[in-house]
């Protein structure tokens, strides 16, 4: 008896995830609405292991927020790590629909909640072409934070010229 009311208690104070875990069974039905920001991982990558706390106090803090925190194993879930091209553990991924957003920044609670709020800010204004997919690679980088810098800091026209004259070295 009093083994069972051990057990009955500990299992009492157990606290249940605010992280949805994606698999081949749900992913498509759920993902199909609503804005997910998945963390794809492997269970056998040490640092996957170290980011997971954080990833769950993020969506503990997000859960109210129009924004699902989800974890996919991607290693048992090859067909989805092939769809998305999970080349490396862990990746990040905000998928709404049929858009996917590549996560980029820190592996921070802070970092991660951040980028959330700014995609539910930014995704649906006009002309806000941050969240678009940008092409791949260093040179797809470099546009997209000159493109960046450009509008968001000191006008298209002046960082048309600035950007040249940093090419060129001119400045």
Same mark, same amino acid.
């Given at each position: &008896?009093? &083994? #069972? @009311?051990?057990?009955?208690?500990? %299992?009492?104070?157990?606290?249940? +995830? $605010?992280?949805?875990?994606?698999d081949?069974?749900?992913?498509n /039905?759920?993902?199909?609405?609503?804005?997910?920001?998945?963390?794809?991982? *492997?269970?056998?990558?040490?640092?996957?292991?170290?980011?997971?706390?954080?990833? =769950?106090? @993020?969506?503990?803090?997000?859960?109210? #927020? %129009?924004?699902?925190?989800?974890?996919? $194993? *991607? $290693? @048992?879930?090859?067909e989805?790590?092939?769809?998305?091209?999970?080349? &490396?553990?862990?990746?990040?991924?905000?998928?709404?629909? +049929?858009?996917?957003?590549?996560?980029?920044?820190?592996?921070? !609670?802070? #970092?991660?909640? /951040?980028?959330?709020? =700014?995609y539910?800010?930014?995704?649906?204004?006009?002309? #806000? /072409?941050?969240?678009?997919?940008? +092409?791949?690679?260093?040179?797809?980088?470099?546009?997209?934070? !000159? /493109?960046?810098? *450009?509008?968001?800091?000191i006008?298209?026209?002046t960082?048309?010229?600035?950007?040249m004259?940093?090419f060129?070295?001119?400045?």
């Amino acid at each position: &008896a009093i &083994a #069972s @009311a051990l057990i009955i208690d500990v %299992g009492c104070t157990e606290k249940l +995830s $605010d992280v949805v875990v994606l698999d081949e069974d749900n992913f498509n /039905r759920l993902t199909q609405e609503g804005v997910w920001f998945i963390n794809f991982y *492997a269970p056998w990558c040490g640092h996957c292991k170290r980011i997971m706390p954080l990833w =769950e106090k @993020a969506g503990t803090e997000m859960k109210d #927020s %129009g924004v699902k925190f989800a974890k996919l $194993d *991607a $290693d @048992a879930e090859t067909e989805i790590m092939e769809r998305y091209n999970i080349q &490396a553990y862990p990746t990040f991924k905000i998928i709404e629909g +049929s858009k996917k957003t590549d996560y980029k920044g820190d592996h921070q !609670v802070d #970092s991660f909640i /951040r980028f959330a709020k =700014e995609y539910l800010e930014n995704r649906n204004k006009k002309g #806000s /072409r941050r969240w678009e997919d940008e +092409s791949e690679g260093v040179i797809g980088t470099m546009l997209g934070l !000159v /493109r960046q810098f *450009a509008e968001e800091k000191i006008g298209l026209y002046t960082g048309i010229v600035w950007g040249m004259g940093f090419f060129f070295g001119v400045l």
